[in-house]
């Protein structure tokens, strides 16, 4: 909401005796006789002093403490997420190797031009495989951050 | 703050550092260092103790998440209380309460009628004019409850009140003028009547 505009005369004269008031509140100065500016500290004294619920004295204890707490969490989540993805790997070459096994074996039959090119497609295909696990990881790592 | 002087940019640096590097107590001497300010915004918006608790705690929680993310633009204190103002702002939001809603009433219509005189310390004595004001400043909507409690409690200058609170120097000077002078017009209307 927005009220800003700029103070007229009269109401210029009016907020320095609020800030009259606040100043000399604060410096615990003697009333000086103006009605308006005595007024002003009495509204200033008691808004030094509003109904405030007390901090509890152990609060920055506690805090710290359930902090730690969630960090320590978080470094359990990051490294059982690592496990997860390291096993995952495993079970995806495992299959991989499993379900193109008669294709490997064949491989084996192929003329050395052709080994050569299906070695380099298998070699991209895992290292695609491995930059994802990677990417994967670190964006959980930098989600988790944020 | 606590007691004694509060921290300049230097020790701010200094504290934010040791926090990051994960040096043992530093975060709960972060906490400890801002958990009157933070208290002070949160309590004067929600106005529940457990609620206050809670949202403190969770502004701390934010806080040493993203401190990784403070450049030192702004003050430490500023920043913080810009993490505890928009928690508190979104628990109001979500329990449907209104942030701030315009003073309605016409401070001019009583202020002008100047007293011939004023005895400060007798009213400060008179409990019953001390229990006007706390009502009538109870009653003021969150947002200058919160506004008039850093300006006069914290002692926070305006411009910092606008980094934390995010609206513009020339209306947090209109709310604080505003809001002061409703109260001074139903102080002269207590007084009127009473005297």
Same mark, same amino acid.
């Given at each position: 909401?927005?009220?800003?505009?700029?103070?007229?005369?009269?109401?210029?004269?009016?907020?320095?005796?609020?800030?009259?008031?606040?100043?000399?509140?604060?410096?615990?100065?003697?009333?000086? #006789?103006?009605?308006?500016?005595?007024?002003?500290?009495?509204?200033?004294?008691?808004?030094?002093?509003?109904?405030?619920?007390?901090?509890?004295?152990?609060?920055?204890?506690?805090?710290?403490?359930?902090?730690?707490?969630?960090?320590?969490?978080?470094?359990?989540?990051?490294?059982?997420?690592?496990?997860?993805?390291?096993?995952?790997?495993?079970?995806?070459?495992?299959?991989?190797?499993?379900?193109?096994?008669?294709?490997?074996?064949?491989?084996?039959?192929?003329?050395?031009?052709?080994?050569?090119?299906?070695?380099?497609?298998?070699?991209?295909?895992?290292?695609?495989?491995?930059?994802?696990?990677?990417?994967?990881?670190?964006?959980?790592?930098?989600?988790?951050?944020? | 703050?606590?007691?004694?002087?509060?921290?300049?940019?230097?020790?701010?640096?200094?504290?934010?550092?040791?926090?990051?590097? #994960?040096?043992?107590?530093?975060?709960?001497?972060?906490?400890?260092?801002?958990?009157?300010?933070?208290?002070?915004?949160?309590?004067?918006?929600?106005?529940?103790?457990?609620?206050?608790?809670?949202?403190?705690?969770?502004?701390?929680?934010?806080?040493?998440?993203?401190?990784?993310?403070?450049?030192?633009?702004?003050?430490?204190?500023?920043?913080?209380?810009?993490?505890?103002?928009?928690?508190?702002?979104?628990?109001?939001?979500?329990?449907?309460?209104?942030?701030?809603?315009?003073?309605?009433?016409?401070?001019?219509?009583?202020?002008?009628?100047?007293?011939? #005189?004023?005895?400060?310390?007798?009213?400060?004595?008179?409990?019953?004019?001390?229990?006007?004001?706390?009502?009538?400043?109870?009653?003021?909507?969150?947002?200058?409850?919160?506004?008039?409690?850093?300006?006069?409690?914290?002692?926070?200058?305006?411009?910092?009140?606008?980094?934390?609170? #995010?609206?513009?120097?020339?209306?947090?000077?209109?709310?604080?003028?505003?809001?002061?002078?409703?109260?001074?017009?139903?102080?002269?209307?207590?007084?009127?009547?009473?005297?």
């Amino acid at each position: 909401m927005s009220t800003e505009r700029d103070f007229d005369e009269r109401e210029q004269r009016e907020w320095q005796a609020q800030e009259r008031a606040l100043r000399a509140e604060r410096a615990g100065k003697r009333s000086q #006789g103006d009605p308006a500016v005595a007024q002003y500290r009495l509204i200033a004294r008691a808004l030094r002093d509003p109904p405030l619920d007390p901090i509890p004295s152990d609060f920055a204890v506690r805090t710290a403490a359930r902090v730690a707490g969630a960090q320590s969490l978080g470094e359990q989540v990051d490294v059982w997420l690592g496990r997860a993805l390291l096993a995952l790997l495993l079970v995806a070459g495992v299959a991989a190797v499993y379900l193109y096994n008669g294709d490997s074996l064949r491989e084996f039959s192929l003329s050395i031009p052709e080994r050569t090119a299906l070695g380099m497609q298998t070699l991209a295909s895992w290292g695609m495989a491995i930059a994802a696990c990677v990417a994967l990881s670190s964006g959980f790592a930098l989600a988790r951050k944020r | 703050m606590g007691p004694g002087k509060p921290p300049g940019i230097d020790d701010d640096r200094v504290l934010v550092q040791a926090v990051l590097a #994960g040096a043992p107590g530093a975060f709960e001497t972060l906490v400890r260092d801002y958990q009157r300010l933070c208290w002070h915004i949160i309590n004067r918006m929600v106005r529940h103790p457990d609620d206050t608790r809670d949202l403190c705690q969770d502004t701390f929680l934010r806080v040493h998440q993203y401190l990784h993310q403070y450049r030192f633009e702004s003050a430490l204190k500023s920043w913080i209380g810009q993490v505890a103002y928009s928690v508190a702002r979104r628990h109001l939001e979500r329990k449907r309460i209104p942030l701030a809603e315009p003073v309605d009433d016409d401070p001019w219509a009583l202020v002008e009628q100047v007293p011939d #005189g004023f005895d400060l310390e007798a009213a400060s004595a008179d409990q019953e004019l001390g229990a006007l004001l706390r009502t009538e400043i109870e009653a003021l909507p969150p947002l200058q409850r919160t506004l008039l409690t850093l300006y006069h409690l914290d002692e926070v200058p305006i411009p910092e009140i606008a980094s934390i609170t #995010g609206l513009s120097a020339g209306t947090i000077k209109s709310h604080l003028f505003r809001c002061r002078a409703v109260l001074r017009g139903r102080l002269q209307a207590r007084i009127g009547g009473t005297e």
